[in-house]
């Protein structure tokens, strides 16, 4: 019963690779969100999308892109990967139609190592 | 600067209470977060408050906020182990449905 889930947890590859992480929320949300965490646990928006619109933080390189095939899934895929890239990804969602205080749930986050 | 500001780091004994300072920037701010991380998780809301509120308290956690200083607080009354976390300070404005995150305080409880 899983609420916001992400795949894989880990992912170790090389510089230059192209690679892709999973998102799928049950929750039945309008919204869904990547988040970028570093070593120091600043945790920074890089997309969030609804059925309406992609919203793209202007400093995130257009290697990273989100794709999303139907509205309970956003898959980020990332691609000639750098040694900059290594840090946990999150993914979120949230019901904004109707939603009061709009609280965001988590997944539990992708460790991405790039060696 | 950044709109969410934060310290990283408090250390507090068992028992103790705790108090969590953010600072934010938006005066047209309408809900504010405490979000908790702990380690190898995403992060969960732990509450919440509505701008035009300066109080709100569930069982051990007090939030405060200042409107005015735009000032949020976070006090967690006898602090145990297991509240040793990460914990976000967020700011939704009313033009936004995205919340702005602080860089997170960790908490260290100790015996």
């Known amino acids: 019963d899983t609420a916001v889930s992400q795949t894989p947890k880990y992912l170790v590859t090389q510089m230059g690779n192209d690679k892709s992480i999973k998102c799928e929320q049950n929750?039945?949300?309008?919204?869904m969100y990547w988040y970028k965490q570093d070593s120091k646990k600043f945790l920074k928006i890089m997309f969030s999308?609804?059925?309406?619109?992609?919203?793209i933080n202007e400093t995130v390189p257009n290697r990273f892109s989100p794709k999303s095939p139907d509205k309970a899934h956003l898959n980020l895929h990332i691609n000639s990967l750098e040694l900059g890239d290594s840090a946990v990804y999150f993914c979120?969602?949230?019901?904004?139609?109707?939603?009061?205080?709009?609280?965001?749930?988590f997944g539990p986050g992708t460790r991405l190592t790039v060696l | 600067g950044e709109d969410v500001e934060q310290s990283l780091f408090l250390s507090v004994r068992e028992g103790d209470s705790s108090v969590i300072n953010c600072t934010y920037t938006?005066?047209?701010?309408?809900?504010l977060y405490w979000y908790k991380q702990e380690p190898g998780a995403g992060l969960q809301l732990l509450t919440y408050?509505?701008?035009?509120?300066d109080m709100k308290q569930d069982q051990r956690l007090t939030v405060l906020l200042n409107k005015k200083d735009k000032h949020l607080s976070l006090r967690i009354a006898d602090t145990q182990t297991g509240d040793s976390a990460i914990y976000f300070c967020?700011?939704?404005?009313?033009?936004?449905?995205?919340?702005?995150f602080g860089r997170g305080t960790s908490l260290i409880v100790h015996p």
């Open positions: 408050i509505f701008s035009n509120m």
């Open positions: 967020a700011e939704k404005s009313g033009g936004s449905y995205i919340p702005t």
């Open positions: 979120a969602s949230s019901q904004e139609e109707g939603s009061e205080y709009n609280e965001q749930f």
């Open positions: 938006d005066s047209s701010s309408t809900y």
């Open positions: 999308y609804n059925n309406k619109e992609l919203i």
């Open positions: 929750l039945g949300h309008d919204t």
